[in-house]
């Protein structure tokens, strides 16, 4: 088993410019949700898929989206980047119907300049 | 709505010496709680979870919590720390209600250092 895999592992960036990362669960998880944790900081909650559809989603502004393909694999997507997206992005994925624990990949390093 | 307050940003410690990094939670709804671990450059991992029974979790690598529900508390100790310990620490809770918010909620981190 794989586990959480992510890719790429490092990104740089230009102002303005779109990124998309992308995530493959864990072997029989079924919902995918995207944290940012920016630099000494703790991850914080962008949006959670299942089903191919976002069901919920944290405090972001809508440059950031996502998309689950129905493999349960997903991308999110940052438009208009800022200096502030700069952050490692975590995946995380789990099974909804027991709920208990989420897996992290290593996560995607982006660097705005 | 759910928020973690861990208590220390940083905890220097010696080598073989015991620790604790504290973690307190407030919610609405009834929690898990975790604790995961992260080295340096890399994710998250897993490192205990609450998630009913016995209050006091225990880790396979000397780590353990204890559950305090008046105090809303889930403290993370190990009572004699190694060099490998050294790493970044969060404090994580999420709601029990499967149709509900399945997101984690995690405090802001704790570095601890294990001077030689």
């Known amino acids: 088993d794989a586990g959480v895999t992510q890719s790429p592992t490092h990104l740089i960036k230009t102002r303005g410019q779109q990124v998309t990362l992308r995530c493959s669960p864990k072997?029989?998880?079924?919902?995918v949700s995207w944290y940012q944790q920016a630099l000494g900081q703790g991850p914080q909650f962008i949006f959670q898929?299942?089903?191919?559809?976002?069901?919920q989603r944290g405090n972001f502004p809508d440059r950031f989206s996502g998309h689950q393909f129905p493999n349960y694999s997903s991308e999110l997507n940052v438009n208009a980047l800022l200096l502030g997206d700069s952050a490692l992005y975590l995946c995380?994925?789990?099974?909804?119907?027991?709920?208990?624990?989420?897996?992290f990949g290593q996560g995607t390093r982006l660097t705005v300049v | 709505a759910q928020s973690v307050t861990q208590l220390d940003s940083q905890v220097p410690v010696f080598e073989e010496a015991p620790v604790e990094l504290r973690c307190n939670y407030s919610?609405?709804?009834?929690?898990?709680l975790f604790w995961y671990v992260q080295y340096p450059n890399q994710g998250l991992q897993l490192l205990l979870k609450?998630?009913?029974?016995?209050?006091l979790v225990e880790s396979i690598n000397g780590f353990e919590a204890e559950f305090n529900k008046s105090q809303t508390s889930f403290h993370l100790r190990k009572p004699s720390v190694h060099i490998s310990d050294t790493a970044e620490y969060f404090c994580?809770?999420?709601?029990?209600?499967?149709?509900?918010?399945?997101?984690?909620?995690f405090g802001q981190g704790t570095r601890l250092t294990i001077n030689p």
């Open positions: 995380a994925s789990s099974l909804r119907v027991t709920n208990t624990e989420a897996f």
């Open positions: 072997s029989g998880h079924d919902t």
């Open positions: 898929y299942y089903e191919e559809e976002e069901r």
């Open positions: 919610s609405s709804v009834s929690v898990y």
């Open positions: 609450y998630l009913s029974g016995s209050t």
């Open positions: 994580a809770v999420r709601s029990r209600v499967i149709q509900g918010a399945q997101k984690l909620v």
